[in-house]
Every structure is written in C-alpha cells, then in structure tokens.
Nanobody, 114 residues
C-alpha cells in the first residue's frame, strides 16, 4: 500500500491548513489511522488517530484545534488544522496500521510563522 500525503504549506499563526492522505487501495483489517509530526531535532509524535469505528483521539497540544477524519469510499484520511501556532511547524506524516502491517506516507511540511 502506498500512502500519498498532500496539503502542507506555509501559513501565519492563527491560520488553517488541510492535509489529506490517499491510499493506493482499500485497506483491510484496519486497526487505526493517524497523523504524526516531527519537528527538527525532535522525535516523531502522535497528533491524532482514529479507530476503525471512527472514534478520534487527539494529543493534548492539538485538542480543539485539529480534526481528523476519513472517507473510506475514497481511501483517504484528512487532518484539518485550525488556529495554527509556530510550534505546530513540522513535517506531518500519515499512518495506517493493519493487523499485519504499518504504513507511512512520505510526509508533508507545515510551516507556521509568527
């Protein structure tokens, strides 16, 4: 399975961005989908995840600002980023976990200026 992420860019603090991640085919035996981010010099960290049933889970530092969603008919997941802060600057990665494999997208850069 190939994951193609898109939608990153540069925005001023307080702005919004939408990320998407499309899978090359339908995913079976899904355990979770998620978005992670990695800032320079820091470890990759979980931003948001979603269970197969659609239950979202957010890191405390993005609660109320970011929204994860997915469209199974399009094999696509999304992350909408609102009220962006300079500390949200990072490369954002999409992630899919099945019962057999873990897949990662190639990453998309989000840059927030103050």
């Amino acid at each position: 399975v190939q994951l193609q992420a898109s939608g990153g860019g540069s925005v001023q603090a307080g702005g919004s961005l939408g990320l998407s991640c499309s899978a090359s085919r339908r995913i079976y035996n899904l355990l979770a989908v998620g978005w992670y981010r990695q800032a320079p010099g820091r470890q990759r960290e979980l931003v948001a995840s979603m269970s197969p049933g659609g239950m979202p889970n957010y890191a405390d530092y993005v609660k109320g600002r970011f929204t994860i969603s997915r469209d199974d008919a399009k094999n696509t997941m999304y992350l909408h980023l609102n009220s962006l802060k300079p500390e949200d600057t990072a490369v954002y990665y999409c992630n899919i976990v099945t019962d057999k494999e873990t897949y990662w997208g190639q990453g998309t850069q989000v840059t927030v200026s103050s």
